[in-house]
């Protein structure tokens, strides 16, 4: 669970979008449903990716999604 967990937030902060599609990568062969998840199950990469938002955080990653995967992955 901690790898899965390393992981998202590799890819949330990822401002790359090589970078960000290798991490999202990994977190397919470790957990597909997992992937499923985040690439489109109740959320969009757009809500939670830095490299997918537009620029509209501009970097900034305390946003309520945020929190929420912190919630998540709690153990």
């Known amino acids: 669970m901690r790898r899965?967990?390393?992981l998202v937030w590799a890819a949330e902060l990822?401002?790359?979008a090589q970078k960000y599609e290798e991490y999202m990568?990994?977190?397919f062969t470790?957990?597909?449903e997992a992937y499923?998840?985040?690439t489109g199950?109740?959320?969009?990469?757009?809500?939670w990716a830095l490299c997918k938002d537009g620029g509209y955080r501009w970097g900034h990653t305390s946003t309520?999604?945020?929190e929420c995967f912190n919630?998540?992955?709690r153990d």
Do not use: E, T, Y
């Open 25 to 27: 990568q990994q977190i």
């Open 41 to 47: 199950g109740s959320v969009r990469p757009v809500q």
């Open 71 to 73: 919630n998540l992955m």
């Open 36 to 38: 499923a998840w985040l």
């Open 64 to 66: 309520n999604m945020a």
């Open 4 to 6: 899965l967990k390393d």
């Open 30 to 32: 470790l957990n597909a």
């Open 14 to 16: 990822a401002n790359q």
